[in-house]
């Protein structure tokens, strides 16, 4: 599949993961990007690099890179945040990592389900899922 048929079927799971019919100048806020932008590459008239293609794998995953058959970035690439988040949750067993990591999903998965965002509503249900995984 190529990039403009992939960023489709994206907007089209998207749109079924909110259960409503959403424009795609609602899909383009949820990017980061214009309405003209995510226009240009569902038509296949363009593709993203740089900070859109960052932008592209912080919302919809990693797999963009595989589309576009570009090396995924390596750890050194990513957002100091994100950095600083890796090394504070390597210093937790492989089991407590993964619990860690199943919490986050959850959480990113209700938070588009449920169209949140608010960033501290966000971290008390983040709070919630870490605490109910380390109980289990």
Known sequence: MDFSGWITQKYIEWQAEHGARKTINDFAEYIGVSQQTISVWMN?????SGKNLGKISSRLGYEVYDVMDIPRPMPQD????IE???RFVMVYPPEMREKIRI???KTMI???RENIQNDDQTL???GDNIHKMVRT
Request: hydrophobic share 50%; proline share 10%; no cysteine.
């Open 78 to 81: 990513l957002d100091p945040s």
């Open 124 to 126: 008390v249900i983040l």
């Open 44 to 48: 296949g008239k363009g593709t993203p």
């Open 103 to 105: 919490a986050l999903e």
């Open 84 to 86: 600083a988040i890796a």
């Open 110 to 112: 209700q938070a588009v």
